[in-house]
């Protein structure tokens, strides 16, 4: 029996909505267990531990993360022998929506202005 050989995640980017932050869902199958049942996983991002999950977990969702940052997400396993080397993936949210365009209204095009002196309506 050794430890477990290294997860391969991958990530997920899902778009933010407002002026909410991004989201990543980060996701991996059970990597071989090398004659030892995983008994666990850790999750971190950018080097620093952010989730101890059980054997029974596959994914992690990190929800606050910042709009167009980019991460380095590590995944490991434990079995009763140790930890395996973490398993990584890079991912980037997405940035800010694009901009509403602040252009005038092509020339003829119909304009309507209520309570505006001289608008119509």
Same mark, same amino acid.
């Given at each position: 029996? $050794? #430890? ?6 991958? &990530? ?6 407002g @002026? ?6 980060? #996701?991996?199958?059970?990597?071989? #267990?090398?004659? &030892? !049942? ?5 999750? $971190?991002?950018?080097?620093?531990? =952010? ?5 029974? !977990?596959?994914?992690? /969702?990190? *929800?606050? &993360? ?7 997400? +590590? =995944?490991?396993?434990?079995? #009763? =022998?140790?930890?395996?080397? &973490? +398993?990584?993936? $890079? !991912? ?8 509403? /365009?602040?252009r005038? *209204? *092509? @020339? ?8 505006? *002196?001289?608008?119509?309506?």
């Amino acid at each position: 029996m $050794t #430890t477990p050989s290294a997860p391969a995640p991958t &990530a997920v980017r899902h778009p933010a909505s407002g @002026t909410e932050a991004g989201r990543l869902e980060v #996701t991996w199958a059970e990597p071989a #267990t090398n004659g &030892a !049942a995983i008994t666990g996983y850790e999750v $971190t991002v950018d080097g620093a531990t =952010v989730a101890s999950l059980p054997a029974s !977990a596959a994914s992690w /969702s990190f *929800p606050d &993360a910042e709009r167009g940052r980019r991460y380095t997400v +590590g =995944v490991r396993a434990r079995n #009763t =022998v140790g930890w395996s080397a &973490a +398993g990584t993936t $890079t !991912a980037q949210t997405w940035s800010a929506p694009p901009r509403r /365009s602040t252009r005038p *209204p *092509p @020339t003829g095009a119909a304009t309507r202005c209520r309570g505006v *002196p001289g608008g119509s309506g």
